[in-house]
């Protein structure tokens, strides 16, 4: 009898371990599959709704996103340009323009840019973060608040990094 026991007791452990192994080894690698492996069979909007927050909060799509990102070599930066103008009203000021992507293989995810204001010999540099996909040989338009100065200053602009990842 002892040693029924403990071959079930054993058989138990095995068989509970290959199963814990199953599940570990075949679960959501990320948000995508967890979307698919989680809604099989669901037929609720609510049930979807709560699977769909719970796979978005193991898998934060910026972070996949985050992850494939990096800093674009000074080659790949000088493939990227646009035009862009000062808008100065009263009380505030923006600036918006276009950026072209010229890589053929490069999505950009994310600029740097310093906007300068000159008055006389005064001038002042502020970088500004512009989150833009800019997909590759195409353009895409941008819209920034920024530090209204001095009245009568002109306003310029220039490229200081960017990240991107592949296509």
């Not at 199963?19 to 690698?29: I, L, T, Y």
């Not at 609510?46 to 070599?73: G, M, V």
């Given at each position: 009898m002892k040693h029924v026991t403990a071959l079930l007791l054993i058989s138990l452990v095995f068989s509970?371990?290959?199963?814990?192994?199953?599940?570990?080894?075949?679960?959501?690698?990320?948000?995508?599959?967890?979307?698919?492996?989680?809604?099989?069979?669901?037929?609720?909007?609510?049930?979807?709704?709560?699977?769909?927050?719970?796979?978005?909060?193991?898998?934060?799509?910026?972070?996949?996103?985050?992850?494939?990102?990096?800093?674009?070599?000074?080659?790949?930066?000088?493939k990227v340009g646009g035009k862009a103008q000062a808008n100065v009203y009263v009380d505030s000021a923006s600036f918006e323009g276009d950026i072209y992507n010229g890589n053929n293989n490069l999505i950009i995810d994310e600029l740097i840019i310093g906007v300068v204001a000159k008055a006389g010999k005064i001038s002042n540099t502020r970088e500004y973060k512009v989150s833009k996909t800019v997909n590759p040989l195409s353009s895409k338009s941008f819209l920034i608040t920024i530090i209204k100065e001095s009245d009568g200053s002109n306003y310029s602009w220039h490229l200081i990094e960017a990240r991107g990842h592949a296509d």
């Open positions: 509970s371990q290959s199963v814990a192994d199953e599940w570990f080894n075949s679960g959501p690698k990320s948000y995508d599959d967890c979307i698919l492996k989680s809604m099989k069979g669901i037929n609720s909007d609510r049930a979807a709704t709560l699977i769909a927050r719970s796979c978005l909060k193991k898998f934060p799509r910026n972070a996949e996103k985050k992850d494939k990102s990096r800093l674009l070599t000074k080659e790949e930066l000088a």
